[in-house]
């Protein structure tokens, strides 16, 4: 089994040894949630693949959201020619009547 830390150290689980340990590394993750160090596994002890807790895999999923996000903002308040109009002469500008929607 990698010993905790061994994530951060870079230390590498091989496949085999994860599979042999995948019992424990779940039951680490329910105890510890997004405390436990993910577990790091590939073929030869090259890295391949991570495994963590399913908490640490959603809150990354929502900080890359997040940094997609605020990618798309600056890149229209790059290109943002500040011109600013209403709905309404938006509506009349299309032919379109607010009052039949």
Known sequence: MVPSGAARSGAVETISDARDNLTGHVARFRQEGVEAEPVILGNR???EAVLLPYQSFVMLMDVAEDIAIAERIREREATDSGE???LGELADELGIDLDQL
Do not use: D
């Open 45 to 47: 002890r090259e890295p």
């Open 84 to 86: 600013r109009i209403s």
